[in-house]
């Protein structure tokens, strides 16, 4: 039902030419299943996640993928471990739509590992029906072995952590119709090691902050 809601969706995308708002607030919690994210594999191929009910962050359902880098070679972008699409119908396509109309500003989610390292993960946001131009984003947080760590961003224009993949305008582009949330880590210190990591992901969530909290973002970027 959920890839048949989002298949709805992006033929009504086709027919009027205008993206609809995503749902804000939302959060995944992953509380009966997968959710349809998956991970792995590529853009275009659908690997199903792992699914617990019980352990994330806050005890409830988290999603996990289980990864072996003995032939791994570092180099190129780095690897997307979890992947909620607007192809895959992640989400019942929650997340999918126009971010900019809707006011959406905070992104966040928490991620574990058992990796004997700390790792940097990063966030990469695609549009509907491709996966390019993209925003992408890597967290100055490392996230320790062991430990739930949530990651956070601020969606906006003037956030100079974003790497820009495309040509003037891939803002709006990406985030008038969003289609894509691929998120991954940097696994280089961990090539050539051949042992299984598992990498977990829980409650992804977008929101619109209260003014006063958009206010003190607009004071943050201004000071860079």
Known sequence: MQVKNALIGTLVLSITGVAAAATTPFTESFSSDNANWGGGGD???FVPLDWTATGGHDGGGFVSTTNNFADFTPGGFPLTLFRG???FGSSGGNF???WLSGGIVDFRFWVR???DVDLDFFVRFTPVGSNAPSMNLFFDQLVQPGEWTELSLVVSPDNDDFVVGGGPGTFGTVFGNLGKIQIGADVSDLAGIDQDFTFDLSEVS???PAPGALAI???AFAAR
Request: net charge negative; no cysteine; glycine share 12%.
């Open 113 to 115: 590992h058992d990796a």
């Open 217 to 219: 973002f607009g004071l």
């Open 85 to 87: 699409q607007d192809n």
């Open 43 to 45: 853009w275009q191929t």
């Open 206 to 208: 977008i929101d619109v």
């Open 96 to 98: 999918q739509g126009d």
